[in-house]
């Protein structure tokens, strides 16, 4: 029987088939063969026995968060509370171009922003080309526009600890009851409160809730970066030098485009950031 995991923890995995869930076991084998199952996966399982027998060839996967064929990426960033991370969201965004993801942005907690805060994130995404959509978890003001966003998709939510992952999923439905992490402002962070990756079923589609994180490993070089940064694409590939960095080189269609302002001057301040931070061993 071919079914979907759903949720993935320590070693037994929730997997649904029409409708009925089951809590199944991998074969021993897996251990041997070092076959992992994640959430998200298509197995096939003996509903008698309860063991997963092999899984099917992915068409996608993350690394972090954990998790298999996914359609869409939907970047969660709060605007206040923690403040809106241009740099952050860009890491995202990188991050969801390399694995070849499309990626959406939701901004929460437009109840405690002020005009400002809000017309620079729109500016930001808008210049990007980013669908995107501000909210309010306890107001519910824009919340009528996300079912559209996830019906009959596999959608992973990500984003950094703290900006409303758990609130918004049960502002669209109250059945969810994802527990919720208490905001830290000695810290200015989230604690967290989502500690596996579940696939939670909506409108024909799954909704995986992830852990947050503070922090995005990219784990890129210099080329790689280059080549997925947001904006970057296809600019990069007019550039005279099939490697170029867009930083001094000649005939550098990236640089040309920022000059025109086509691509902001911000965008390719952080992409420089980045640069660096990978070049100091922290990116």
Partial sequence: MKGLVIEADSSLYTIEADGVFYRLAPRGIFRKQNIHVIAGDYVDFDDENL???FVYERKSSLKRPNIANIDQIVIVMSLKEPDFSPYLLLKYLTYANYNEV???????????ADEKNLAEADSLLDSLHIEHFAVS?????GMDKLPNLFSGQITVLVGQTGVGKSSLLNSLNPDFNREIGEYSYA???GKHKTTSTTLLPFLGGYIADTPGFSSLELRMNENELAKYFPSFSPAYLSCYYADCKHVSEPS??????VSEGIIPQQVYDIYMRMREDINEGIF
């Fill in 51 to 53: 063991v997963i027998n």
């Fill in 102 to 112: 499309t990626a959406k942005v939701i901004l929460t907690k437009n109840d405690l």
């Fill in 137 to 141: 978890n306890k107001s519910g003001d």
């Fill in 187 to 189: 810290l200015n962070r």
């Fill in 252 to 257: 550098c269609e990236v640089k040309k485009q």
